[in-house]
């Protein structure tokens, strides 16, 4: 049976299976919600068992943007502004709240921004030994990130100076306006390391040192994850939990097992097909439902023929039917666009990005002899499996669809440490198919992936006109100004840069046990809601 025959069997499989699991999925989620709403009282101990596809490949911050070494930290580390959590507040929602910061302000100019820091200690772990965090460990850290090459450095590029005011004041001050400063600080990216740990004094390759909740006990590369409470933790009472255990298991079955038997409490994700199966044996099993927030990407490499030509990667663009690939492999989803749909206002309206992204595959071979492939040609396209079988289940069915055109795809499957370090960041591709990091913010999305010689910009777009549109962007104080002209910006790469092409983004699905209690995560790196969780076990 081809892919495509055996996609379609999936999906009419999963009108049977999605109507059962839906409704008893609302039906839990409600019922959770009763439940945490009679409980008088958080209990604090116990031990919550994370199963995971993968891990990190290093743990240090500024050295990798993998949501498995950011999904590790955000346990370990704080920022110095965050995402609120809780809930009353949407999983897509990017409200700022302190975080290390207890509070700040912005100069009129909008160029100085003042930080004063919250009493916050170090855990209690050699060389830094529980001392106090102080201006000078966030100056340190900043001026790190500054220096290294990558996705972080970006954020800052506008910093002109940053300043110790007194021990617990960090004074900022930018050559220019802009605009998502904030939110780049709060970037799920962005943690605060101690002095030591800059210095050199401990491997940050290996080790964490953090003010978070929650302190690396030990790490198992490849194997397991442990973390223990951090006692000293700014948030009195907090967190509930005494130890966090992820536990990298890659076969399906065996993490099916694993959740039905309690020996783990949650998956971080899991295909649509398998929810039922749990609800039969796990009735009560909570089913956590939300729209990815990111999305999956076909990215050329505009430094090799023919994705040179713009018709060619218009021709790719047309001839994937995304719409179909998302229901029938991930369960539902929408079409994506340049800025990733969870940021709700700064991404085209579902209609527009339909509309600018058709599924029409005999255009598509008109596009491609007019670029001189009358017959198509043969490529190479890339893909990892670190993500689960989804992810490549959507790189097959982009294989397929470019089959239709005449575009014979070799389908290589790369592990994720060479794909993320060697192949896709220098460019040692033709076609890639993967997801794309949660960016936090319309201007990652844009210009640090598109704008000329931008860190994540690992697809050789080089275009001038574009450069100035989203230079100018970052810099309006107007909201809606600034909104019409991202929306510009998007329709302005769908029609004249196509490149990466944004497909689909797709509902995840998450089982938790229903004695985890105050779960509320958020739509970035970083675990952040973990703080606030606790276990009811009899």
């Not at 201006?135 to 290294?148: N, W």
């Not at 978070?212 to 397991?224: A, I, R, T, Y």
Request: aromatic share 10%; charged share 25%; glycine share 6%.
């Amino acid at each position: 049976m081809s892919f495509r025959k055996w996609a379609m069997f999936v999906c009419l499989l999963f009108v049977v299976i999605g109507l059962s699991a839906c409704d008893q999925k609302t039906a839990k989620d409600k019922n959770q919600a009763t439940t945490e709403d009679e409980a008088s009282e958080p209990k604090p101990g116990g031990t919550y068992t994370i199963i995971t596809a993968a891990d990190p490949d290093v743990l240090d911050p500024h050295r990798s943007s993998s949501i498995y070494t950011h999904g590790y930290l955000g346990l370990v580390y704080n920022k110095l502004l965050t995402y609120e959590t809780g809930p009353d507040v949407d999983y897509e929602d990017y409200n700022l709240v302190g975080d290390l910061a207890e509070d700040w302000e912005v100069s009129d100019d909008g160029k100085v921004y003042t930080f004063h820091l919250r009493e916050a200690y170090w855990h209690d772990i050699e060389p830094v030994n529980g001392r106090q965090l102080v201006a000078s460990d966030v100056v340190a850290t900043m001026e790190r990130i500054m220096k290294l090459p990558g996705h972080q450095a970006s954020l800052l590029q506008e910093v002109e100076s940053i300043e110790a005011k007194d021990e617990q004041t960090v004074v900022f001050t930018l050559q220019k306006p802009l605009t998502p400063f904030l939110n780049f600080i709060a970037n799920h990216f962005m943690w605060i390391l101690p002095q030591e740990a800059v210095d050199g004094e401990f491997d940050l390759t290996t080790m964490a040192i953090g003010t978070g909740p929650f302190m690396l006990e030990e790490w198992n590369d490849n194997v397991s994850a442990t973390f223990l409470k951090n006692p000293k933790f700014f948030e009195e009472g907090k967190p509930y939990i005494d130890k966090i255990e992820y536990l990298v298991i890659t076969d399906v079955g065996a993490q099916i097992a694993a959740f039905r038997t309690e020996k783990a409490d949650s998956i971080s994700q899991i295909s649509p097909e398998e929810i039922d199966n749990i609800l039969k044996s796990n009735p009560e099993t909570v089913i956590g439902e939300v729209l990815l927030p990111t999305q999956t990407q076909v990215a050329m490499n505009m430094e090799r023929e023919p994705f040179k030509d713009i018709r060619v990667r218009q021709a790719i663009s047309m001839a994937i039917d995304r719409q179909n690939a998302v229901e029938r492999i991930f369960g539902g989803g929408e079409v994506s666009s340049p800025v990733n749909p969870h940021l709700k206002g700064w991404s085209l309206s579902k209609e527009e990005r339909e509309e600018l992204q058709p599924f029409d595959q005999e255009k598509a071979k008109q596009l491609l002899a007019e670029a001189g492939f009358p017959d198509g040609f043969d490529t190479t396209l890339m893909a990892t499996n670190a993500y689960g079988e989804q992810p490549i289940r959507m790189a097959q069915w982009v294989v397929e669809d470019l089959r239709s055109i005449g575009i014979n795809a070799e389908m290589e499957v790369a592990e994720y440490a060479t794909f993320y370090t060697e192949k896709y960041p220098n460019m040692e591709y033709d076609i890639i198919v993967t997801y794309q990091t949660f960016f936090q913010e319309a201007d990652e999305w844009l210009r640090t992936q598109l704008r000329t010689g931008s860190p994540r910009n690992w697809f050789g777009v080089s275009d001038p006109d574009l450069d100035k549109m989203l230079d100018e962007q970052r810099e309006m104080l107007d909201e809606d100004e600034r909104m019409t002209a991202v929306h510009d910006i998007q329709r302005y790469i769908l029609t004249d840069v196509i490149n990466p092409i944004p497909l689909v983004s797709n509902y995840v699905f998450s089982p938790r046990h229903p004695y985890v209690k105050n779960y509320h995560p958020h739509a970035s790196y970083g675990n952040i809601h973990m703080k606030d969780v606790w276990l009811d076990k009899e």
